[in-house]
């Protein structure tokens, strides 16, 4: 993230981006502020109420220059991960915060908007912090977003192929079968992946050899071995903090799928190897984080391609509360990190894809045994 501070820059270059950070911080200690007016006394709330506050109260320090960028923008950013984290533990445990609007039934979470304010002034305290103005803001935010969309047409692809694939057997047998479908489904994401990824490539004017694919060295085949331990390690470690606290998760839909039909394992445990794996590296780690290098610092690109990894699997954890959705996607984030952090230090397809389908084969593979 190579934006820094000149001395010519103009009073507002310099103060957009901790004011955004205000607004965003100001909106987050409202939403927060809901369940205490309410009578909410949880000290979880108590606590990012009082998170919230700091945080504005350094953003409005680093806009009129009574504390540092280094120091300002670690004190914000850290309080609003506080933030994060507390609004999406409130929410875990059904504390919402829930509005009603002047139309119809409908009502919105203001915890939930705590919960999106609250890790958009992230982004703003870390920008700010590094030093980079409000181009360099809008710039990322640009590629994040269009890359995101490229995130999603990945997935939605794979929809749209299996629907082709489907249609004659449709038309002959009159319907498939779970097996047929997760076969279907296990083509449709690869191909899918595949035209997406290509497309961006000719879309972009990029060369075959932006793919970062060759054989693993023995340095890589190390990094492979050391990446699924840490992986596992990390889903436990996770697992723990979260048990401890008491967050639960929702269930992947693929889990739901197995309980009813385990047969569907047996062709998962391959392709989580053969496909998932690759092509999930492929679009969302060599396509996606890769190009974010251009902006982003390497260490950035990681984590804002974890986002998006985790929010392209919204779908999929889709199947209770909203906090379990958002502490399933807490996990796959976390792990995506891994997988990215990989990805960075080796700068080869190959591991990542091993790494990320291997972890998934054992997971389908217990779960085979659990309910086959």
Same mark, same amino acid.
């Given at each position: 993230m190579g934006d820094t501070v @000149?001395?010519?820059?103009?009073?507002f270059? &310099?103060?957009v981006v901790p004011a955004i950070g205000t607004g965003l911080s100001g909106i987050a200690m409202?939403? $927060? &502020?809901?369940? $205490?007016? @309410?009578g909410v006394r949880d000290p979880a709330i108590v606590a990012a109420v009082v &998170?919230?506050?700091l945080a504005t109260a350094a953003f409005l320090a680093r806009r009129y220059g009574i504390l540092s960028r280094s120091t300002g923008g670690a004190i914000a950013a850290g309080a609003s991960l506080g933030v994060v984290l507390l609004s999406g533990y409130a929410l875990n445990h059904g504390i919402t915060g829930h509005v009603a609007l002047p139309v119809g039934s409908i009502s919105l979470s203001l915890v939930f908007g705590t919960f999106l304010a609250a890790s958009g002034a992230i982004g703003m305290a870390v920008a700010d912090r590094r030093g980079i103005r409000g181009r360099g803001v809008l710039e990322r935010t640009r590629l994040t977003v269009g890359l995101a969309v490229v995130g999603i047409v990945g997935l939605f692809s794979a929809y749209l192929v299996v629907s082709v694939l489907a249609l004659p057997m449709y038309l002959v047998f009159g319907g $498939?079968?779970?097996?047929?479908?997760?076969v279907l489904s296990q083509l449709a994401t690869a191909i899918g992946t595949m035209l997406v990824a290509v497309g961006y490539l000719v879309a972009t004017d990029r060369e075959w050899s932006f793919l970062d694919v060759r054989v693993p060295s023995l340095r890589d085949v190390k990094w492979i071995v050391g990446g699924i331990v840490v992986l596992f390690g990390t889903l436990f470690a996770i697992s723990v903090v979260m048990s401890s606290v008491g967050v639960e998760s929702s269930n992947?839909?693929?889990?739901? &799928?197995a309980e009813n039909n385990p047969e569907v394992l047996l062709v998962l445990v391959p392709a989580a190897i053969l496909i998932i794996g690759p +092509? !999930? !590296?492929?679009l969302y780690r060599n396509v996606i984080q890769k190009t974010?290098?251009?902006? +982003?610092? @390497?260490?950035?690109?990681v984590v804002v391609g974890s986002v998006v990894f985790a929010g392209v699997h919204l779908m999929a954890y889709d199947t209770g509360t909203l906090g379990g959705l958002i502490a399933s996607l807490g996990v796959v984030f976390g792990l995506s990190l891994v997988l990215g952090f990989i990805y960075e230090r080796t700068d080869n397809l190959v591991v990542p894809a091993l790494v990320h389908g291997v972890y998934n084969a054992i997971v389908f593979a217990n779960l085979y045994l659990t309910y086959g």
């Open positions: @000149r001395p010519e820059e103009s009073p270059a &310099l103060e409202a939403g $927060i &502020l809901v369940p $205490i007016q @309410r &998170l919230a506050l $498939i079968t779970d097996l047929q479908g997760t992947h839909s693929t889990t739901e &799928l +092509f !999930e !590296e492929l974010m290098y251009e902006v +982003f610092s @390497r260490s950035g690109a």
